[in-house]
């Protein structure tokens, strides 16, 4: 008793116990509509509820036997991992070559962030939309493109190709992300003090060994946050597969998060479904705690 | 005494006038309808005004939506109990709307009493029925061919093949001349049932008539040798051999009926659903034909995939189900207004009443392997929903050369044993 | 001299053809959606017809005002209760430090990197089992309860940078905890609200994944699940027109907000991101 009260005791005058009611709106919401379902999966997952009856059954490990024979954990993992890795390098790399241009004093520079800001605004609904027609085979924007500068042989489908499929689906992201992973870097340099630059130069550095040695520790910071986001949105690749692809050709750009949907309300099995959502749950909290010990490591050699 | 009459006449009068009323209240039926909208479409435009005209305090709603999208919105609708009162079922367990599902599911109305229903033979209406009611009315004789270029065919002195080997010789020498054989729609992967069931009827089944009542009971399996393997496989060296292009994934069903319908193919496996887009005009002039694919060996008889098609229901949740019966009793009686331009949209093929003599001769080949006894059903209809679609992706990827056959075939059989856990 | 103007044009060449990346095909768009329905020329060619009959069968179809209305009262009010409740409890968070509040924390934060597909099953069949009905107020509290580990998380930090003397001094003449809390805390987390009115407010508005899980009735639908019906038409050239104009009808409210505070977009996303 005594040892629970020294857990939760607030120990103030100015901050007293009383403070624990405000934490219970958000708590009881965040249980009841996050925590609790996440248990609920595990129970889900050994049933072969399909939502609509509510007689099911358990019928023990067979909804993950199914995922693994049918091959689908390794398909839409795999898909899910190339889409996070293209997003993140495709995503920061640009995202932080642009922003180191745009930090040196040049004109139209608000212009271009307003620019490049914009896809940030749309609903990933349109954004879908908008790369249909661009991705378009035979009259989208990239095949009209390609054929008035005279490649109309080319038969430019890219949503169409099994290997290429996952890969035009990242770039969409990219291209809605990557105004807002800028402006995040932009901010960040802009705290660099400027004497530290000017020092540097007159010491001999050169332009790269200004950006490897002084900007970019300095801005590690926003390195991290960045990456992180973009990892997080990886994982949770969902928007424009369900516009664009449905998953497809065949089980091509079948990611995590779009199967799991596909699974529960197309297939009609939540059980499945949940079982495929524990799955994913390890996937994410692997690859999470791979990335924070890495960013650790990183932040304290930069 | 006196009282007792005066009572009841006005008992009479209040009701009638009840009835009266309730006749007289303005109507909204709404119905859900899947397929394209055509100009003049039958379901959207002229169906609702041949309501209103014959029922002018019933205004009927309809909506037509492509395949997938139909599947969607039926399901969350029914799931939420506010789907339209009339909507499109098939027979068996055909897809996501097939009827033994909804039925089990309590989600459709009995209408075992429809005196329209009497036009039917006993094979219509059984597989409508669930545990002795009737759910749906069939939508007819629904038809799997293969749709071809007569001029085509004349200007290469090819004839109607009739076996498997003819079959393949004649694409060849359609490819030879510069020709596409065959145009598939294949983005819309479900027109890939249109040739395999065409295989599928000349296949295995003749032996084993009752193979997917078997599969379902667990005696025999999607991959024991000689059954789909070999129709797989079939349909399989149509794409190895390029009568049906790659590119073929490149293209919606729709575009591939257009490709046809402008003389740029020679043939077309499709429906008899699909008969008035075959029949539209295209930038070139040339009369169709239509052909069940012969895909039996020399010597032995083609069968045709013939089946009951899909047709109208009463969802269980309607708010007007005297009405919603009525408008079925007039578009099925046989000679209504309803009925007659039902039938002269030449998509359904019905033999009694207005439609006995105007039987299409497209597909009389058709109607008379099915009389004979020499056609199958749609497979998709006895096997539970999700397996057709199983076959269409990792056939998909059997042609891609990324699965083999077999692969192909225990996918199929993995599906299955699924479902029937979730049932 | 001549170095540096070379690469004064090298810089603005590589800006200019990310410009035209990201901006190419908006102005197709916009250029295409003032085109009649059968307007199929080229998309190329831009802006050759002005008309405004794809913006009239858009706005028809998908019954523009009527989810309008829904964007607006499903964001606002989602909004508002996140910034309510994301407060108090990073208030005391930040302010108790005992083991307990670190968990609390943790356990908030990392729902971050939990996507809402993942119990999107569960949740479901948790609305049955509370009997909750569907309203167009439904979405609204999978909405909050999904950013409650960024505000969590947003709020925290900021409020361990406010000094405790203000709230201290407060204390001191009298003032209730509930008091200090609303009229002293609050008003100095401006910079922490504006942060997740931007960045929740933008997702909530764009989200279609949680009406289209939760709403049935089309008269609850918000802007983006309208634009489901249009599913269809993405593969048909011949209804690109109208698919446009929808596209743009949805994306104007919110380029009308960004134009009118561009200023409070940028600052509320660096904020959400460096801090904390």
């Avoid at chain 2, 667990?218 to 590119?247: M, Q, V």
């Avoid at chain 3, 008309?51 to 964001?75: E, G, V």
């Avoid at chain 3, 709020?155 to 009229?183: C, H, M, N, Q």
């Avoid at chain 3, 599913?231 to 446009?244: C, H, T």
Wanted: aromatic fraction near 14%; hydrophobic fraction near 45%.
């Amino acid at each position: 008793m005594k040892k629970i009260k020294k857990w939760f005791d607030s120990k103030s005058l100015i901050f007293p116990n009383k403070m624990y009611w405000f934490i219970i709106p958000a708590l009881l919401m965040f249980t009841v509509f996050w925590i609790l379902p996440i248990f609920q999966l595990f129970r889900y997952s050994l049933t072969n509820y399909n939502g609509i009856t509510n007689n099911f059954r358990f019928v023990g490990l067979s909804n993950y036997k199914f995922l693994l024979r049918q091959g689908t954990i390794l398909n839409s993992s795999k898909n899910t991992l190339i889409y996070t890795i293209v997003l993140v390098l495709g995503n920061n790399i640009l995202a932080l070559g642009l922003a180191i241009l745009l930090n040196i004093k040049i004109k139209a520079k608000g212009l271009f962030r307003t620019i490049a800001y914009l896809p940030a605004l749309f609903s990933p609904i349109v954004v879908g939309f908008i790369w249909s027609y661009v991705y378009m085979p035979d009259s989208g924007l990239i095949a009209s493109l390609l054929n008035a500068f005279g490649f109309g042989a080319i038969n430019f489908n890219i949503l169409g190709n099994y290997d290429w499929a996952i890969y035009g689906v990242a770039i969409v992201e990219i291209w809605k992300r990557f105004g807002t992973t800028m402006i995040i870097y932009l901010a960040g340099l802009q705290t660099i003090d400027t004497s530290l630059i000017e020092a540097s130069r007159i010491d001999g550095c050169n332009e790269w060994q200004i950006v490897r040695f002084i900007k970019l520790p300095l801005i590690s910071a926003s390195i991290t946050i960045n990456i992180v986001l973009s990892v997080i949105y990886g994982l949770k690749a969902f928007h424009y597969i369900f516009v664009m692809t449905n998953g497809g050709p065949g089980t091509a750009t079948n990611t995590l998060m779009y199967q799991i949907y596909n699974i529960a309300f197309s297939e009609q099995m939540m059980g499945k479904a949940s079982a495929l959502a524990v799955v994913a749950f390890l996937v994410i909290i692997t690859i999470t705690i791979i990335m924070l010990i890495f960013m650790n490591k990183r932040e304290v050699e930069l | 005494m006196k009282k007792i009459v005066a009572l009841s006449l006005l008992m009479m009068l209040i009701f009638s006038a009840v009835v009266l009323a309730q006749d007289s209240e303005e109507i909204t039926l709404t119905m859900l309808w899947s397929g394209t909208a055509y100009e003049n479409d039958f379901e959207t435009e002229i169906l609702p005004r041949l309501v209103k005209e014959k029922f002018p305090n019933i205004t009927l709603e309809s909506t037509k939506l492509p395949d997938d999208q139909y599947y969607t919105v039926l399901k969350t609708k029914l799931a939420s109990g506010e789907a339209a009162d009339i909507i499109l079922v098939q027979p068996g367990m055909a897809g996501a709307n097939g009827v033994l599902t909804l039925a089990e599911s309590g989600l459709l109305e009995p209408i075992t009493n429809l005196k329209a229903l009497d036009n039917f033979g006993p094979q219509a209406r059984d597989v409508y029925t669930y545990e002795g009611e009737v759910y749906g009315i069939s939508g007819g004789l629904g038809i799997l061919g293969t749709y071809y270029n007569k001029d085509m065919f004349a200007k290469y002195d090819l004839k109607v093949p009739s076996n498997w080997q003819e079959f393949l010789n004649a694409c060849k020498v359609l490819q030879d001349n510069g020709e596409i054989p065959i145009v598939m729609g294949d983005k819309d992967n479900y027109v890939m049932q249109f040739g395999l069931y065409q295989i599928g009827a000349n296949g295995h089944y003749k032996d084993n008539p009752d193979y997917d009542q078997e599969l379902v009971n667990g005696e025999s399996k999607f991959t024991d040798d000689g059954t789909w393997d070999d129709i797989l496989a079939k349909y399989k060296t149509l794409y190895d051999n390029n009568y049906i292009t790659e590119s073929s994934f490149g293209l919606s069903a729709q575009q591939a009926i257009q490709l046809f319908v402008d003389g740029n193919a020679a043939m077309i496996f499709d429906g008899s659903f699909n008969a008035s887009a075959i029949r539209a005009e295209g930038s070139a002039n040339f009369e169709r034909g239509y052909f069940p694919l012969p895909a039996n060996p020399e010597g032995e008889d083609t069968y045709a995939s013939v089946s009951i098609s899909g047709g109208p229901a009463i969802t269980a949740s309607s708010e007007h189900k005297e009405a919603a019966k009525k408008v079925l009793e007039l578009w099925f009686d046989g000679q209504s207004e309803i009925f007659k331009e039902y039938i002269d949209t030449g998509r359904f093929i019905y033999s009694y009443g207005y439609a006995a003599d105007k039987s299409d001769p497209l597909f009389k080949p058709f109607i008379d392997l099915y009389q004979e006894g020499k056609s199958f059903y749609w497979f998709n209809q006895q096997w539970p929903s999700g397996v057709n679609d199983q076959m269409q992706e990792s056939f998909t990827e059997a042609v891609y050369g990324r699965k083999t056959i077999d692969e192909v075939t225990e996918d199929m059989q993995l599906k299955l044993e699924e479902l029937l856990m979730y049932q | 001299m001549n170095k540096s103007f070379g690469r004064k044009i090298a810089i603005y060449a590589v800006l200019t053809f990310f410009t035209a990346v990201i901006a190419l095909p908006l102005i197709i768009v916009l250029s295409s959606s003032f085109r009649t329905p059968s307007n199929m020329q080229s998309h190329l060619k831009l802006f050759t017809e002005i008309d405004l009959q794809s913006y009239r069968i858009a706005f028809n179809t998908m019954n523009f005002p009527m989810k309008f209305i829904n964007s607006i009262i499903t964001t606002g009010g989602s909004v508002f209760v996140i910034v309510v409740i994301g407060t108090m409890v990073a208030y005391p968070i930040s302010r108790i430090k005992n083991k307990f509040m670190r968990w609390l924390y943790y356990f908030f934060v990392a729902g971050l990197v939990i996507p809402a597909q993942m119990v999107i099953v569960p949740v479901t069949q948790m609305f049955n089992t509370l009997n909750i009905p569907e309203t167009r107020f439904t979405p609204m509290i999978m909405f909050i309860t999904c950013s409650l580990p960024f505000s969590t998380f947003l709020y925290t930090g900021f409020l361990k940078k406010i000094p405790v003397e203000l709230e201290e001094s407060a204390y001191i003449d009298g003032a209730s905890l509930w008091v200090r809390l609303k009229d002293v805390v609050f008003p100095l987390l401006k910079p922490a609200h504006v942060a997740v009115i931007i960045t929740q407010g933008l997702w909530i508005w764009n989200d279609y994944f949680f009406p289209m899980v939760f709403l049935t009735k089309s008269k609850f639908y918000t802007l983006p699940l309208g634009m489901i019906q249009f599913l269809g038409s993405k593969d048909n050239p011949a209804q690109w027109n109208i698919l446009f104009a929808a596209c743009i009808l949805v994306v104007l409210p919110l380029i009308v907000a960004f134009s009118l505070m561009q200023k409070k977009f940028i600052s509320g996303i660096t904020a959400g991101s460096v801090k904390g």
